[in-house]
């Protein structure tokens, strides 16, 4: 029998293994150091505990004791502003809007480019051109601050570095254009907040070697 989430003590998410918002969301609350229990789900079968508490059987979706969250940017910014430290939101607005700007036109411009090339068949290459090519035209963000758009890593960094993660996985290689976007995303990858964020099929997107 499955325990009722609203009766846990602790934070419950359910995520699948190896989607990018999910990983978004973990990333985040790997980043806050925050405990929390992990449960997986398949998206084409979504559990009926998850249904009775997400009409949408959507994933991640985030309970904490009576509070049940959808919506990946409203999952993430609720655990940066129920965990505030540390923070991963600038203070001034301008900021914080700009950075808000860059998830919503990552959803809308990336991910549906990886998903595509995850469908495969003969879209896929297309797709993978067009990502490589919105990439490459960020370049001069990555090489602006040390974090995508900010000094500090933030809440669009664990979008985006998902989406890095991912490139040799699904066939996209930057080349020497791209250099400083694989240096920002090595910078990530060695720490333990992101490893601590990854599912093991998601450790399986890159041979060990390159995880060393």
Same mark, same amino acid.
């Given at each position: 029998? $499955?325990?009722?989430?609203?009766?846990?003590?602790?934070?419950?998410?359910? &995520? =699948? %293994?190896?989607?990018?918002? +999910?990983?978004? %969301?973990? /990333?985040?609350?790997?980043?806050?150091?925050? !405990?929390?229990? #992990?449960?997986?789900?398949?998206?084409?079968?979504?559990?009926?505990? *998850? /249904?009775?508490?997400?009409?949408?059987? !959507? =994933?991640? &979706? *985030?309970?904490?004791?009576?509070? &049940?969250?959808?919506? =990946?940017?409203?999952? +993430?910014?609720?655990?940066?502003?129920?965990?505030?430290?540390? @923070? /991963?939101?600038?203070?001034? @607005?301008? !900021?914080?809007?700009?950075?808000? $700007?860059? %998830?919503? #036109?990552?959803?809308?411009?990336?991910?549906?480019?990886?998903?595509?090339?995850?469908?495969?068949?003969? @879209?896929?290459?297309?797709?993978?051109?067009?990502?490589?090519?919105?990439?490459?035209? =960020?370049?001069?963000?990555?090489?602006? !601050?040390?974090?995508?758009?900010?000094?500090?890593?933030?809440?669009?960094?664990?979008?985006?570095?998902? $989406?890095?993660? #991912?490139?040799?996985?699904?066939?996209?290689? *930057?080349?020497?254009?791209?250099?400083?976007?694989?240096?920002?995303?090595?910078?990530?990858?060695?720490?333990?907040?992101?490893?601590?964020?990854?599912?093991?099929?998601?450790?399986?997107?890159?041979?060990?070697?390159?995880?060393?």
């Amino acid at each position: 029998m $499955v325990q009722n989430p609203r009766l846990r003590n602790a934070l419950t998410l359910y &995520t =699948t %293994a190896d989607d990018i918002q +999910c990983h978004r %969301a973990r /990333l985040v609350l790997a980043a806050k150091g925050v !405990s929390y229990e #992990r449960v997986l789900v398949d998206s084409a079968r979504p559990p009926q505990d *998850l /249904l009775d508490l997400n009409p949408y059987g !959507s =994933t991640p &979706t *985030l309970i904490d004791r009576d509070l &049940t969250l959808f919506d =990946t940017a409203v999952v +993430c910014e609720y655990i940066d502003e129920r965990y505030p430290h540390p @923070p /991963l939101m600038p203070i001034d @607005p301008q !900021s914080r809007a700009r950075l808000r $700007v860059a %998830a919503v #036109r990552i959803e809308k411009d990336w991910l549906p480019e990886v998903d595509k090339i995850r469908a495969g068949g003969r @879209p896929a290459d297309a797709a993978r051109k067009r990502l490589r090519e919105q990439l490459l035209s =960020t370049v001069p963000l990555f090489k602006a !601050s040390r974090f995508f758009l900010n000094p500090e890593m933030s809440l669009a960094d664990c979008l985006v570095a998902p $989406v890095i993660w #991912r490139l040799p996985w699904l066939g996209v290689d *930057l080349g020497r254009e791209g250099k400083s976007i694989v240096d920002y995303g090595e910078r990530l990858f060695h720490s333990q907040g992101f490893a601590r964020s990854m599912t093991d099929e998601e450790k399986a997107m890159r041979p060990v070697h390159e995880q060393a």
